[in-house]
C-alpha cells in the first residue's frame, strides 16, 4: 500500500538510491531506496509527475487511514483485506 502526496507538499531530506523499472504497461517506475537498509523511501510515478508515493509501513502510525483506492487486486496476497467501501481498479 502507498499513501501519495502533492509533490510541492513533500520534502524529501537525506540521501536514497534510485533504481529504475519498467511496468508491465511499459512505463517507468523510479524507485528511491535507503542506501543503508535497503527499505523502498519513496517512489515517482512519470503518469502522475506532481505525485510522490510513500510505502505506508514508513509510518509509524497504527491510525493511518485506510485506501480509499485499490489497484491489483488479482495480484493481492489472499490474505490482504481491502475495505469494502474503496473504489476498486483491478
Known sequence: MQARFPVERARIDGRATEFVRISDEGEERCF???PECGATVYYLLPAFP???AVPIGGFADPGFPPPR???WEA?????VAVP???????
Open 75 to 79: 495480484r493481492r496476497h489472499p490474505w
Open 69 to 71: 483506492v485499490s489497484v
Open 32 to 34: 528511491y531506496f535507503c
Open 50 to 52: 506532481d505525485v510522490v
Open 84 to 90: 469494502e467501501d474503496a473504489e476498486h481498479l483491478d
